[in-house]
């Protein structure tokens, strides 16, 4: 079984400042995704990012940041100079390539960003 | 292309009856799946269906049910429904070898 953990809760920051929204996966399986999602007050998931267990890159689009390590099974995302519009529910999420799978959701992490 | 929509947006029904929720999926995309999300159980699995055919089924009981039209449009259905049944409802499309999944805006259930 496959298991997403996001310690945070909820993070408050002001704007500009940076923010980490940490991620820990745990799976058995060798191949499989991890994505990011956003999820505003008006409820629609957002997909950000999708990375494979086999690319280990970092990726950077715009103020958004992946640092993806298998070897503490983590997939951090981070808002450079957050904005208001920032403000979401994060989720990270995990699918395995074996079978039929689903994805596993984390309990998600509230980000109010605050001008 | 058009997102993946969701009908209605919102609902409200009283305990004892029975609802249908129904979403589109992007064009092209042949795999549906259902998600419910509430405060206290987060996003949850509830089936996937592809081709017509259910694939997958969360640990939900047998009053949710699903199915899926020859267009891949999908619907679900709640009966004898619940309070603990009110939550948001999200819908998903996407293509096998994809893996991504791609969200519409959800249909809010309230039960009273």
């Known amino acids: 079984a496959q298991k997403v953990t996001q310690a945070q809760t909820e993070i408050s920051v002001v704007e500009k400042e940076d923010v980490t929204l940490d991620c820990v996966y745990e799976t058995r399986d060798t191949t499989y995704y991890l994505f990011w999602y956003k999820q505003p007050p008006s409820g629609e998931l957002v997909f950000l990012i999708r990375?494979?267990?086999?690319?280990?890159q970092n990726e950077i689009s715009g103020r958004y940041s992946w640092n993806f390590q298998k070897s503490t099974s983590s997939f951090n995302f981070t808002i450079t100079a957050s904005q208001v519009v920032d403000s979401a529910v994060y989720f990270c999420a995990l699918i395995v390539t074996s079978g039929y799978s689903t994805l596993t959701f984390g309990k998600g992490t509230m980000l109010l960003v605050s001008p | 292309k058009a997102g993946v929509t969701q009908t209605p947006r919102y609902l409200i029904k009283t305990r004892g009856q029975q609802v249908t929720l129904s979403c589109s999926p992007i064009?092209?995309?042949?795999?549906v799946s259902w998600y419910q999300q509430t405060p206290g159980q987060g996003l949850q699995f509830l089936f996937e269906y592809f081709s017509e055919t259910q694939r997958n089924k969360g640990n939900f009981p047998g009053r949710f049910s699903g199915r899926q039209f020859s267009n891949s449009r999908s619907e679900m259905n709640v009966s004898t429904l619940e309070l603990g049944d009110s939550a948001l409802y999200l819908c998903a499309s996407s293509n096998p070898g994809q893996y991504e999944q791609y969200f519409g805006p959800g249909t809010r259930l309230t039960v009273t």
């Open positions: 064009s092209g995309h042949r795999s």
């Open positions: 990375r494979n267990s086999f690319d280990e």
